[in-house]
């Protein structure tokens, strides 16, 4: 099915920044079209309170925030589909995006795929993510105040969150699968020197035990030398074992950085594409806040706009 209609912006992702990019574009009268992905208001449907986002100062649930920015985009004039693009065409316009065998045109796409946090794969994952698992220590770390945590991971993102942490933990673990490390030595030396810091190596987590109304209470561990396994007391588990971009749809179309994420000009949301940006975690493997993916969605919008007042066809 090919939808005959030349939008004016096609939106492919809904976090943060996709549904501020949708709430511009929306205001600014170009009835975007939402295409909001497997994952529909993205990485904060997957916690629980957020509490660092202006506005709410007593907090609010990540995934009622995102019914409230898809709300607001709405209101303005957003089409929203719960549809995942498979596939898109930017060799010429207007561009192409597809959701399997549908076609859609526009002049412009805006791209806030976002990225996803690696994950380990237990079985308790699904469950206790949010309720003692989390991805995310800028967001999670506070409610962990004087609690025994646990992090995953030997690279910089686990030193990181480490260190983070500890302005909150009673103590903080790294978990490493061995006992050589990815991180940089400067970050693994403050982490070796930093007392409310262990570090276990040749270490990984087995299960965790805890509830959604408890939290967790202790997680199994499996060592890799001896084939031990050990029960380790502990309240919260964070991954800091990286993220991945959610751009395997425009690999080899748009210009990629070495780690996948899409490369914008400096300070906007211009691509390599004429008339194609990104916005968000696509586009930030650095800061990845929902308030600075929102920021980077206005820009988008903002951006869009502009190319179409100079280019329409
Ligand atoms: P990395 O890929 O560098 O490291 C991931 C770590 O997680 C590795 O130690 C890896 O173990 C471990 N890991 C991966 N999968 C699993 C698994 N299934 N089970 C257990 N352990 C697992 O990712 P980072 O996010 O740490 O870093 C990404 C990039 O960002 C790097 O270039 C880094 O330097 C940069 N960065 C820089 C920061 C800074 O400078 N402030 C902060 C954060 C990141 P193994 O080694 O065994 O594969």
């Known amino acids: 099915m090919t939808d005959k209609t030349i939008h004016k912006t096609i939106i492919i992702g809904s976090g943060p920044a996709g549904l501020t990019a949708a709430i511009y574009a929306g205001r600014a009268n170009l009835k975007p079209i939402v295409f909001e992905g497997n994952q529909p208001g993205g990485q904060l449907t997957i916690t ?21 920015f898809r709300d607001q985009a709405k209101k303005f004039g957003a089409e929203c589909f719960f549809k995942h693009v498979t596939k898109v065409d930017f060799s010429a316009k207007p561009y192409k995006v597809f959701v399997g065998e549908e076609e859609y045109l526009s002049e412009t796409v805006i791209i806030s795929t976002g990225a996803s946090a690696r994950m380990l794969g237990l079985k308790e994952e699904e469950e206790l993510m949010g309720y003692g698992i989390s991805t995310c220590a800028t ?78 209470s202790s997680i199994v561990l499996n060592d890799s030398v001896s084939g031990e396994k050990s029960t380790f007391v502990c309240e919260g588990v964070f991954y800091g074992i990286g993220h991945t971009p959610n751009t395997a749809q425009f690999k080899n179309i748009i210009d990629l950085d070495d780690n996948g994420y899409i490369l914008t000009k400096p300070d906007s949301s211009l691509t390599n594409i004429p008339g194609i940006f990104a916005c968000g975690d696509v586009q930030d493997d650095h800061y990845r806040q929902a308030i600075t993916a929102a920021g980077s969605g206005c820009m988008a919008a903002i951006d869009a706009e502009k190319y179409l007042e100079d280019n329409s066809i």
Do not use: W
């Open 48 to 68: 629980t309170d957020v509490e660092n986002f202006p506005g709410f100062p007593d907090g609010v649930m990540g995934p009622e925030m995102m019914d409230l």
């Open 139 to 216: 967001c999670d770390g506070y409610f962990f105040k004087d609690k025994n945590i646990v992090v995953v991971g030997g690279g910089d993102s686990a030193m990181e969150e480490a260190s983070f942490l500890t302005k909150f933990a009673k103590k903080v673990t790294i978990i490493h699968r061995s006992d050589v490390f990815r991180a940089s030595k400067i970050m693994l030396d403050r982490v070796k020197n930093n007392p409310s810091i262990d570090i276990l190596t040749n270490k990984s987590i087995d299960s965790v035990n805890g509830t959604q109304k408890d939290g967790i």
